[in-house]
């Protein structure tokens, strides 16, 4: 196994660790969930398990369709290796169905589709509760410029045209997700995580949520909703 060096940042679901080459880092997955921006924190065991591994088989999948990744390889259940990328306070949330802060700001109805998916960027800023912001905003206060915007917007419509479709076959409805992107020698390539964490995924037959929304709702079996997941994705 890589020799793992000193912390170098914690967050709300990992620890980040330096690795033996300076231009990787160790990402360690923790079973720690927080939800409303960290004002509900719990636990879901095993957690860390389910999304480290769920995020290696999604990660090789986009890597496979040509789309660039910080992935290196799983190094043990809850550890995996990474290129050390700068990342862009940007979260890039995608949308294929109406749900969650969509329906409530615009008042749409849950569960209708939304074709073709729709993009949108948060500025990464727990302080600020992570708000809603346009381009302009970004531009504003020089977090990204056009050109990275409409880069960003693009892979995030790249990785939904392969996701969607890898989770289709698994009977499983891609609500939305959030991304992130880092910058690797000047290039953006995909980092963060994929995972039921990440994304909100009903079951195309019963239409039960199958993520983070469990605990976020108290609605039970949160457990065994990423073990499910776990299984259809690493089968």
């Known amino acids: 196994m890589d020799a793992m060096g000193s912390m170098l940042y914690e967050g709300k679901a990992k620890k980040i660790f330096a690795a033996a080459r300076p231009d990787q880092v160790v990402h360690y997955f923790k079973d720690d969930a927080t ?19 769920v995020s290696e088989r999604l990660f090789t999948l986009i890597e496979e369709k040509g789309i660039p990744t910080h992935f290196l390889k799983r190094l043990s259940d809850r550890e995996m290796l990474t290129k050390k990328v700068a990342i862009v306070p940007v ?3 995608v949308r294929n169905l109406v ?6 700001r615009l008042g749409l109805r849950v569960g209708d589709a939304i074709e073709p998916a729709i993009v949108e960027f948060y500025y990464k800023n727990d302080a600020l509760g992570d708000p809603l912001v346009n381009d302009d905003h970004l531009r504003l206060m020089n977090v990204a410029t056009p050109g990275v915007l409409r880069e960003l917007r693009e892979l995030a419509h790249k990785v939904n045209a392969v996701l969607k479709p890898f989770f289709d076959e698994r009977k499983m409805q891609l609500v939305d997700f959030k991304l992130e992107f880092g910058l690797f ?11 039921p964490d990440t994304c909100r995924f009903w079951d195309m037959e019963t239409g039960e949520s199958m993520d983070k929304d469990r605990f976020r709702k108290d609605m039970g079996k949160i457990e065994e909703a990423y073990q499910e997941v776990l299984k259809r994705v690493c089968g």
């Open 35 to 53: 939800a409303f921006n960290a004002e509900k924190r719990g636990t879901i065991v095993d957690k860390g398990v389910v999304n480290n591994r």
């Open 91 to 93: 979260e890039v949330v």
């Open 99 to 104: 749900a969650g802060s969509l329906a409530k």
């Open 185 to 195: 020698h000047n290039k953006l390539i995909l980092a963060d995580e994929i995972s």
